[in-house]
């Protein structure tokens, strides 16, 4: 069900049976199928595509021309780089049917994914994780992570507010926009305060 507070450009097809949340806009040329779900306030940029049984949360962004293909979950509060790419089938090929092995890929409440990123099916990509415009992801990204290049690494940690975050000695440190605290513990990143 399309929420009456939903806008639908009228050059964009929603199928029947979709679900787009209130306040949530879909802007030129966007293919939503039957069965995907997108939550409120998101934001679908032109030539955006999502495949059947996509689940898209709250206040999620889609920048231009990116597919969402069957297979991925994005939590609330992600972004969408333009022209990033998803996968969703670990060895496909043309003449072989492996539309039922379709690999799962979450990214996590908060995460940035950058320009024209690949994301390999079947990884998770942390919470506030930030993946840099044109990394190739292969692997699992840890909340918090900033990873770049190809194939990704990760080269540093990231706030919420999307600062990268400096530890001292003590293993600690704060977001210089928010203000917020972090602390580093066992390669993992928590917020504290």
Known sequence: MVHKKAYIHESSYVDEGAAIGSGTKVWHFCHIMGKAQIGSNCTL???VFVGDHVEIGDRVKIQNNVSVYQGVICEDEVFLGPSMVFTNIINPRS?????SEYTETRVK???TI???VTIVCGN???SYAFIGAG???TK???DYALAVGNPARQIGWMSRHGHRLEFDEKNRATCPKSGEKYRLKDG?????S
């Not at 993992?188 to 504290?192: A, G, H, N, R, T």
């Open 124 to 126: 998770t990509i942390g």
């Open 135 to 137: 990394a190739v992801v």
């Open 188 to 192: 993992e990143v928590e917020l504290i």
């Open 140 to 142: 699992d990204v840890p």
């Open 45 to 47: 940029g032109q030539n």
């Open 109 to 111: 409440k908060g995460a």
């Open 114 to 116: 950058g320009a024209n």
């Open 95 to 99: 003449g072989v049917d492996r539309s």
